[in-house]
């Protein structure tokens, strides 16, 4: 197929490099010219405007930071909405708010063209690995269409619901997974207080019920002292400030959450934003002085 991307990141650039080994005909727009260039050396063609990358694709993937980027992409000056022909699909796996997914979704139909939202878990580790897991928002016959596409990237895709459906499932994802780690953090920091070896208590925890792959992979950073971003802290408190917002115009108490997005805003006060989100750990050594 005849496909686009945009988005070139930690977990766009993996992306296209499966689709193109795929033996899809790739497009390309970026904001950064070094990212053009690597795509292009990759096999892709680069496009000057999203509208001409629209313009030669069936299928747009966009990647993004925030659901301002998306709509900017989509219907900006020169924006995708201005090349795709009827029957074209954009497919935004980025993680952005039910709502701006809702409203893209309209827009498009308006012009004919189709939209998926899908929102991926998985992190850089599992694009380079395909095996995300993709969360889809939109019509089942749109999602049909690209199902093979999206079998590249990911080793599970389900279909949530309508459009912002996706986005809905990602934000529960992400409020289960911080608060996992941020449940880490903390037990670390008692075991920590009390004198005992954490590696040992990770150790055993893991054999228990609280086991899980948040203290696998989380607690094992906490252990190690290693916080160099996997994820990027702010990330995660960009995702928290998605969720809560909805909470708070859906009129829906996530008191767990509200205190871990709390935690968020603390790491980000000290500048840890760039940081893994393990950094959680170090917000509670600072506020007990440890």
Avoid at 3 to 30: C, D, K, S, T, Y
Avoid at 65 to 91: I, Q
Avoid at 174 to 196: D, F, N, T, Y
Avoid at 245 to 252: D, F, I, Q, S
Wanted: charged share 15%; hydrophobic share 50%; proline share 3%.
């Amino acid at each position: 197929m005849k496909l686009g991307f945009v988005g070139l990141g930690a977990m766009g650039r993996p992306m296209l490099g499966h689709l193109i080994a795929a033996g899809h005909e790739l497009a390309v727009w970026a904001r950064r010219p070094e990212a053009a260039a690597e795509a292009a050396r990759a096999g892709a063609a680069v496009c000057a405007t999203p509208a001409e990358l629209a313009a030669r694709s069936e299928v747009v993937f966009s990647i993004v930071t925030t659901g301002a980027d998306v709509s900017a992409v989509a219907f900006g000056g020169n924006g995708l909405a201005e090349g795709f022909r009827r029957g074209g699909v954009h497919v935004d796996m980025s993680t952005t708010s039910p709502t701006v997914a809702r409203e893209l979704a309209g827009r498009y139909a308006g012009l004919g063209v189709d939209w998926l939202d899908a929102p991926v878990s998985g992190g850089a580790a599992g694009a380079q690995a395909a095996t995300l897991a993709i969360m889809a928002g939109g019509e089942a016959a749109v999602l049909a269409r690209v199902q093979p596409l999206l079998a590249t990237l990911g080793s599970r895709v389900v279909h949530v619901g309508p459009a912002g459906a996706g986005q809905v499932a990602k934000a529960c994802n992400q409020m289960v997974m911080v608060s996992a780690i941020e449940a880490c953090a903390e037990a670390m920091r008692l075991a920590a207080a009390h004198g005992v070896d954490v590696a040992a208590v990770r150790q055993a925890l893991m054999g228990g019920s609280a086991a899980s792959r948040m203290l696998e992979v989380m607690g094992g950073r906490m252990v190690s002292r290693d916080f160099s971003a996997g994820v990027e802290a702010w990330l995660h408190h960009k995702d928290f400030g998605i969720l809560l917002g909805e909470a708070y115009r859906l009129g829906v108490p996530l008191p767990i959450a509200a205190q871990v997005w709390q935690q968020l805003n603390a790491l980000m006060a000290q500048g840890w934003g760039q940081d893994d989100t393990a950094s959680l750990l170090r917000v509670l050594e600072s506020a007990s002085g440890a």
